[in-house]
């Protein structure tokens, strides 16, 4: 019921940026939260950041100063601004959007398909 579409990500060099964007659409009531996790080769699944609706934003210490989460809730879209990039920033990225749908009013969880971020030494 509730769809998310990223973009962004790519293959860049160390100390380069990517922007990633994720756009959610469907019987949306109301976004709280959204945010990006990334899965590199191997790991688990990690938060990277989350930004509430209000506009709290929570980072992993590791992209602290580097990472900058961003949302427009006019178009339901959050971004991730990815600078001075490590090779070990390479992974998977996952949006991750949490709310309430329309209708009914239940709260839904929903996860993007993933986008690729590869960072080059």
């Known amino acids: 019921q509730v769809q998310l579409v990223e973009s962004g990500g790519g293959l860049v060099h160390t100390g380069g940026s990517l922007r990633l964007s994720c756009a959610a659409s469907?019987?949306?009531?109301?976004?709280?939260?959204m945010g990006w996790y990334r899965q590199a080769p191997g790991k688990q699944r990690e938060l990277v950041a989350t930004i509430t609706s209000g506009g709290t934003r929570n980072y992993v210490d590791s992209v602290k100063g580097r990472f900058t989460i961003s949302r427009d809730n006019d178009k339901n879209t959050v971004y991730l601004q990815m600078d001075s990039l490590k090779p070990e920033d390479t992974a998977v990225y996952y949006c991750?959007?949490?709310?309430?749908?329309?209708?009914?009013?239940?709260?839904?969880?929903?996860w993007g398909q993933g986008t690729q971020v590869t960072v080059s030494s």
């Open positions: 991750n959007v949490r709310g309430v749908l329309g209708g009914l009013k239940a709260d839904f969880v929903s």
């Open positions: 469907g019987s949306i009531f109301s976004i709280n939260v």
